[in-house]
Nanobody, 121 residues
């Protein structure tokens, strides 16, 4: 599975961005898809995940602001990010794994290259 993330950029606090992750190379069927982020000097952390059946998990800090979704027909994963805060600044990575919902980096086999999100105050 190859993953290509896009949609990052520079936005003011309170603004919105929509990240996309296009998957190719294998059928999307059965795969859990996730978003992670890594700020400078910090470990990569879980943001959100969605299973093939539609189960969803979020880290507490983004609940009510971020929405994860997927279009299985287009093999594409999305992350709608609203009410962005400076602390959301990070490189965002999409990830995939064949299996149930997962929230740790160790549970994902495939990773995209990352897209930078910068939120100015």
């Amino acid at each position: 599975v190859q993953l290509q993330a896009s949609g990052g950029g520079l936005v003011q606090a309170g603004g919105s961005l929509r990240l996309s992750c296009a998957a190719s190379g294998r059928t999307f069927s059965g795969y859990v898809m996730g978003w992670f982020r890594q700020a400078p000097g910090k470990e990569r952390e879980f943001v959100a995940a969605i299973s093939w059946s539609g189960s969803i998990r979020y880290v507490d800090s983004v609940k009510g602001r971020f929405t994860i979704s997927r279009d299985n027909a287009k093999n594409t994963l999305y992350l709608q990010m609203n009410s962005l805060k400076p602390e959301d600044t990070a490189v965002y990575y999409c990830a995939a794994n064949l299996g149930p919902i997962a929230t740790t980096v160790y549970e994902y086999r495939y990773w995209g290259q990352g897209t930078q999100v910068t939120v100015s105050s």
